[in-house]
């Protein structure tokens, strides 16, 4: 059984940091791709990083360039997000995904058929 479950979401500041980190079982990262969606109340899910398991090629929403960095584990099968810099635009669910790799990873959420749970991250003062 597959499943995607994400830790690490909380309250921070603006300008404070988090980590998000993704437990996957039921099946080895290695020749997945795999990362980060966001949902913002009222907003759509949109792709935030993602990396694949095939050529190691990343993708970042220009909205995040520079403020978070995508990691991955295959050995513990884990995928983590280092959010730095946080604003009043990062407040969202964020979503672990993960599909088969074969290529650079797409942003589109419909590529995606394992989702996880989701976890929430706010940002305020």
Known sequence: QVQL??????LVQP???LRLSCAVSGFTLDYYTV???RQAPGKDREG????SGSDGSTDVADS???RFAIS???AKNTVSLQMND????DP???YCVAKKADGPPPMWKEEYPYWGQGTQVTVSS
């Not at 935030?48 to 990396?51: F, H, T, Y």
């Open 35 to 37: 990362g980060w969606f």
């Open 72 to 74: 991955r584990d295959n």
């Open 92 to 94: 969202a669910v964020y």
């Open 5 to 10: 479950v994400e830790s690490g979401g909380d």
């Open 86 to 89: 946080l604003t009043h635009e």
């Open 48 to 51: 935030v990083s993602l990396v």
């Open 64 to 66: 995040v360039k520079g």
């Open 15 to 17: 300008g404070g940091s």
